[in-house]
């Protein structure tokens, strides 16, 4: 497939919000009894921080693939680590401990097992986490493994405050609670908050959070808060990939079902493949990916602080977006 | 079929078929219908340059505690 036209992400962006809005304002109801503390009340606990430097780790197959705990915990990183939720269990059993993670995804199942699901046993059968890159420790042993998970966040939570979006599952809020994490709100700007009807100006009038911009998914998301509440003057970006490494099978891919229901035995023709110069290596990715990467690099080019790709693999580059080693960011800024 | 279906005789205008650019094409509309199934994690809009939106002027509390 050629890649995307602004018309076709529209589309992308357009059916997202028919998703997500819903669900994520009928959750927010939900979650309203444990919605004590916002965002904004971070903002104080950054302008006392010395560093101004953030490290951001999402859950793309670069971060397994270049492993950076070991070289993040040796450099004596002082910023804050941000998690994406998926990358959260990376970062556990590798000993760096994330200062926040951050959650977003209403999902009705899927999100909790990022902190280790208490009712995994009684979940119905799902082979998401089997097929993918995102967490390769789950793909085998699904139950020991989720048990460990308990474990660590379970050890840890008290040392990690949840940003968590009300749009998430409840089950998400209780097991952070459970894990002993502080609870930091906030909405996803679903919509224009001036438009008759705006799911964002509902649910902040219900929550009384504040509405953050998202970029379509948890690791943006997580890159927002560092740039928008902690006021990290640059970020640099972990396992960000948006996109499969070139010899990672289609069956492996996020989007895999959706796409062969769609496209059939042309399913593979339906990807867009993206060289990267930096890494003289082709990626592919599916629209959604795309939809992300577009997303996040229009959002780095309109944010006043600098945006380091230290993922290593992928295809987030371009204008507002240094691209460079781990090695370097943590040599310059550590 | 076209090349047999020759007339003798020339209309006095010249017909256009109606080619309306509201009206996807079959294939653009596969594509459309396609693109919708692929929605992304949580909905995404930027605003002005607005990354948090804290209500408006007015409604705008201390909402580090909600």
Known sequence: MKRLTKAQLNIIARQTLAKTAEVGWENAQKNLPYIKKTILGLRSEASKRVADSAIIASAGPSLHRRHPAPAILAAKFKGPVVAADGALGYCLRNGLIPDYVVTVDPHPARIIRWFGDPALAHREADDYFQRQDLDPALHKEGEARNQELLDLVNKHGRGIKAIISTSVNPEVALRCLEAGMELYWWNPLYDDYDAANSYSRRVYQLTKAPCMVTGGNCGTSAWVFAHAVLHSKRTALLGMDLSYPPNTSIQNTQYYKEMVELFGDRAEEAFIRVYNPYLKETWYTDPTYYWYRQSLLDLARQADCETYNCTEGGIVFGKGIKFTILKDFLERFS | ?66
Request: no cysteine; hydrophobic share 30%.
């Open chain 2, 1 to 66: 079929m076209a090349q047999y279906l020759k007339g003798n005789y020339r209309l006095p205008k010249k017909v256009k078929p109606k080619v309306s650019k509201e009206k996807p094409t079959v294939e653009q509309k596969f594509e459309q219908e396609s693109l919708a199934k692929l929605g992304g994690s949580i909905a995404f809009i930027m605003k002005s340059k607005t990354f948090l939106w804290e209500g408006d002027e007015g409604e705008k509390t201390d909402q580090s505690s909600a």
